[in-house]
T-cell receptor
Framework: NAGVTQTPKFRVLKTGQSMTLLCAQD?????MYWYRQDPGMGLRLIHY???????AKGEVPDGYNVSRLKKQNFLLGLESAAPSQTSVYFC??????????????FGAGTRLSVL | DAKTTQPNSMESNEEEPVHLPCNHS???????IHWYRQLPSQGPEYVIH???SNVNNRMASLAIAEDRKSSTLILHRATLRDAAVYYC????????????FGTGTRLKVLA
């Protein structure tokens, strides 16, 4: 049981390049989330999804797009990378909508540098 | 959304209990209180959560004040592996389970 898997683990981009971060979970979770974490700060929510085919904006959505075409996958896209998007990105998932089981399971993170 | 306030850092000696405080004075009646921790270079991991009553699990205990405006995470015997950033998070009952992470408390465990 792999849990939440993020690919790639590391990436270096040049300003203006595009890329997609993949998050996959094998726990049949309904809800999935993308966060970013900057040095010395907590995690900030970028986008989230409450089910296959649905997405919604979080706290810091600008410059990112997401898709949830399959229940187990949640993709985060950067269309035109900027240095301000240098960060560590974490994906998480949770059962939802039952509060008693609402534990978020996190991936190991993707470290992205935009030069 | 309600926010939490935690000390930036704390220190503890190995094998001793640790009490990590969290203030959440604007908590609403249906917000759950969650604690997660983040070990170096890893994603956050769940520690414990509760609503009104104190909670215990194999990792820790959660003590919730009667007015729910504060809570304390208790690690009964700190080990070097418990050195991490601990986040106290309120989960609003809006149904989307969106967490708001603060900056957390960095726990240093001294050998």
């Amino acid at each position: 049981n792999a849990g939440v898997t993020q690919t790639p683990k590391f990436r270096v981009l040049k300003t203006g390049q595009s890329m997609t971060l993949l998050c996959a979970q094998d726990m049949n979770h309904e809800y999935m989330y993308w966060y970013r974490q900057d040095p010395g700060m907590g995690l900030r929510l970028i986008h989230y999804s409450v089910g296959e085919g649905t997405t919604a904006k979080g706290e810091v959505p600008d410059g990112y797009n997401v898709s949830r075409l399959k229940k187990q996958n949640f993709l985060l896209g950067l269309e035109s990378a900027a240095p301000s998007q240098t960060s560590v990105y974490f994906c998480a998932s949770t059962f939802g909508p039952f509060i008693a089981k609402n534990i978020q399971y996190f991936g190991a993170g993707t470290r992205l540098s935009v030069l | 959304d309600a926010k939490t306030t935690q000390p930036n850092s704390m220190e503890s000696n190995e094998e001793e209990p640790v009490h990590l405080p969290c203030n959440h004075s604007t908590i609403s009646g249906t917000d759950y209180i969650h604690w997660y921790r983040q070990l170096p270079s890893q994603g956050p991991e769940y520690v414990i959560h509760g609503l009104t009553s104190n909670v215990n699990n194999r990792m820790a205990s959660l003590a919730i004040a009667e007015d729910r405006k504060s809570s304390t995470l208790i690690l009964h015997r700190a080990t070097l592996r418990d050195a991490a950033v601990y986040y106290c998070i309120l989960e609003p009952s809006s149904g989307t389970y969106k967490y708001i992470f603060g900056t957390g408390t960095r726990l240093k465990v001294l050998a």
